[in-house]
T-cell receptor
């Protein structure tokens, strides 16, 4: 079993929809949680970073962490075609090594 | 642009060969991380350097090695290349410490023929 599980999708939504992306993890030592966006053949771009349970909002993006359930989510409001990309959840313990989910491929169509 | 640079962008080589990938971290960052991204394994941590010293190792093959130089740039050396080593190789950097976000470079695409 992988330490981090992420539904690979693909996920296809109409423009303006609310998108929900999720990851579960098994290692209770994970303390730092991130969401990256990766466009095709590009490097991952950090979207959200959090280290506590609860919600963190940044513009159209909300990251949610539930440590008791070992579950993290990323919500994208008012999705745009430019949001079409692969979304990767990542997490680390105090050692700083990132463990990534497999990535969810998102397509937002006009 | 994350501020992390990687060269070359693409590398095509043959099995059994050796290649060197280069990474320059963001200004002020002391820590460099190397990751491998393949279709079947996803993004996997290889190795971390902090201020010139190896800090952590992941599932890095013995044929792979890395180092960080006094100017903080890092090189990843891949030797005795196999077809399965074809992948995207990313480096990331931060100030050091797990509480600091890692910023990724554009990657080097390695193709082993």
């Amino acid at each position: 079993q992988k330490e981090v599980e992420q539904d690979p999708g693909p996920l296809s939504v109409p423009e303006g929809a609310i998108v929900s992306l999720n990851c579960t993890y098994s290692n209770s030592a994970f303390q730092y949680f991130m969401w990256y966006r990766q466009y095709s053949r590009k490097g991952p771009e950090l979207l959200m970073y959090t280290y506590s349970s609860g919600n963190k909002e940044d513009g159209r993006f909300t990251a949610q962490v539930d440590k008791s359930s070992k579950y993290i989510s990323l919500f994208i409001r008012d999705s745009q075609p430019s949001d079409s990309a692969t979304y990767l959840c990542a997490m680390s313990t105090t050692d700083g090594k990132l463990t990534f989910g497999q990535g969810t491929i998102l397509t937002v169509h006009p | 642009d994350s501020g992390v640079t990687q060269t070359p962008k693409h590398l095509i080589t043959a099995t059994g060969q050796r290649v060197t990938l280069r990474c320059s971290p963001r200004s002020g960052d002391l820590s460099v991380y190397w990751y491998q991204q393949s279709l079947d394994q996803g993004l996997q941590f290889l190795i971390q350097y902090y201020n010139g010293e190896e800090r952590a190792k992941g599932n890095i093959l013995e044929r792979f090695s890395a180092q960080q130089f006094p100017d903080l740039h890092s090189e990843l050396n891949l030797s005795s290349l196999e077809l399965g080593d074809s992948a995207l190789y990313f480096c990331a950097s931060n100030r050091g410490g797990p509480y600091n976000e890692q910023f990724f470079g554009p990657g080097t695409r390695l193709t082993v023929l």
